[in-house]
């Protein structure tokens, strides 16, 4: 069946850092990719997607490419701000029916 | 664009009792809702999968008898926790999809408190 791994967490990273959030999937057929982002105590919210290879998700000074030949689809921002501190999921999802599979989230902590 | 409410977003019920979960997608129609519950170590698990006018397909593992779907209109679709028990206690989220898209957007979540 289809399935995310994301790298454990917590990441702790100084203001202005550069991130990199690792995400591989495994998977029937061409999925979409997606990365949602999670406040304390709020639901989630999509930052980016990517429906076909090579496509480059990006929003709000974070990106993301999928990569085909490596199953992948990492998570990077230039220069993080305390307010990106969240819990991040990177997902995949065919259409219809099919339910969207999460990885089990990153949480990101940034200090100033 | 693309927002959904949840609703409520705290509920504290007593053991035995049921309660209701509301999801609305405001501004799009939901073909298809997803229902999620989330766990303390933040892990998200699916419980199920529901289109407007059929009944919903549930996880194995999930009592549907227990967790009531409805999904009547193409903007709303709610979950009852019928005579809740403490360990019913956690975070539940709703993800409303139209139908030729692929993502999910989803509500506010709704954090249960079964005392």
């Known amino acids: 069946g289809n399935s995310v791994t994301q790298m454990e967490g917590p990441v702790t990273l100084s203001e202005e850092a550069f991130l990199t959030i690792n995400c591989t999937y495994t998977?029937?057929?061409?999925?979409?990719l997606f990365w949602y982002v999670q406040y304390p105590g709020e639901g989630l919210q999509l930052l980016l997607k990517?429906?076909?290879?090579?496509d480059k998700g990006s929003n709000k000074g974070f990106e993301a490419t999928y990569r085909k030949e490596t199953t992948s689809f990492h998570l990077e921002k230039g220069s993080v701000q305390v307010s990106d501190s969240a819990v991040y999921f990177c997902?995949?999802?065919?259409?219809?029916?099919?339910?969207?599979?999460f990885g089990k989230g990153t949480r990101l902590s940034v200090i100033a | 664009g693309a927002v959904v409410s949840q609703h409520p977003s705290r509920v504290i019920c007593k053991s035995g009792t049921s309660v209701k979960i509301e999801c609305r997608s405001l501004?799009?129609?939901?073909?298809?809702m997803f229902w999620y519950r989330q766990f303390p170590k933040q892990s998200l698990m699916l419980m199920a999968t529901?289109?407007?006018?059929?009944?919903?397909?549930?996880e194995q593992g999930v009592e549907k008898d227990k967790f009531l779907i409805n999904h009547a209109s193409l903007t709303l679709s709610t979950l009852t926790v019928t005579s809740a028990h403490p360990e019913d206690s956690s975070f539940y989220i709703c993800?409303?999809?139209?139908?030729?898209?692929?993502?999910?957007?989803f509500g506010q979540g709704t954090r249960l408190t079964v005392v």
């Open positions: 529901s289109n407007e006018g059929s009944k919903a397909t549930y």
């Open positions: 993800g409303g999809r139209v139908r030729t898209g692929t993502e999910a957007f």
């Open positions: 501004d799009f129609q939901a073909t298809t």
């Open positions: 990517a429906t076909k290879a090579d």
């Open positions: 997902a995949l999802s065919g259409r219809g029916n099919t339910p969207l599979v």
């Open positions: 998977a029937t057929g061409y999925p979409s």
